[in-house]
């Protein structure tokens, strides 16, 4: 009878195999790996020459800072002129965005660390810093200061324009826009020319639907269907020997529409009390303890004193 030899039972060919697989594959990875990181390198190194080299863009170097090594994003710095006759031909060399390059700019960049470039800039005494990442779709900056310098709003002269800042993404809140920036050095004349819409957060009169009529001293919004006015009390003839402190403490006076007549209000305490209805019903909880309020009478003590 022939003897059989058993198969064998070493699995060392199938583990070299499984290894030579896992190390071509890490391999690949790395390769991978290494392709997006050059890929980023030149991209970074595409921006800056592209940074150095665009004749609108530009830092600024006139605005104070309390760190001397923040950095600035793409701005394009509005050039000066002694002669007030070379403005109108200033600015429309500025309108044309292909004839910018006519004009003479100082070309610098600073050096930052990662792709951060913080923003900084006065507007008066009040100092605002945005952050932008020239690599990402979405940069931050303050709600306060988007309200602010919101570009939409202003109507420039022309005359204290520092910067311009294009196409920047800015997330506010939970929302993302797409704005320029203009920069100044004095808002005071648009405060002189009627402009106040810009200091008054434009952003959220929109969302509210808030509407104001500054000689009558008039202000609604509107609740779900309805209209809400609110009359400001220093405008009322009645009051107008109060003080300015005594000003300061009264609530604004709730004003009744043509609809709120139609639905049966009489006076503003019905259309409050209909807002504040369910503020009213209390459980059995909130029942008065009526021998505490006994005690109370014949004892002769201030409610006042015990709450």
Known sequence: MENVNPPPTSNRPILQAALRVQAVQELHELQRTLAFVESRLESIEQFLNNFSNHPNETNMNGLESDDESVDTPLISLFPRSDNDSDDDEVLNELIEYENVGMLRHEKAINSFVGDDLAFQYMIRIRKFVAYFDPFLPINIITRKAYNTIMVEELESTWKNLVAYVR?????????T????????????????????KFMMGNPFRKITKLEYDCTKGL??????????????????????????VSWSKIPPILVLSQ??????????YE???????????????????????????????????VT
């Open 271 to 305: 259309k409050n009390k209909f807002m504040y209805n369910n503020c009213s019903n209390l459980g059995l909880e909130y029942q008065v303890d009526k021998s505490m309020k006994e005690w109370l009478i014949h004892r002769h003590v201030s409610i006042h004193e």
């Open 177 to 196: 826009y797409i704005t320029d920036f203009v920069v100044l050095e004095d808002v005071g004349e648009f405060i002189l020319i009627d402009k106040a």
């Open 219 to 244: 202000m609604s919004f509107k609740r779900i269907f309805d209209n809400y006015t609110f009359q400001m009390p220093h405008t009322i003839l009645e009051i107008k020997h109060w003080g300015h």
């Open 259 to 268: 609809r709120d007549l139609t639905n049966g209000f009489k006076n503003a």
């Open 167 to 175: 196409d920047i993404y800015v997330f506010v809140g939970s929302f």
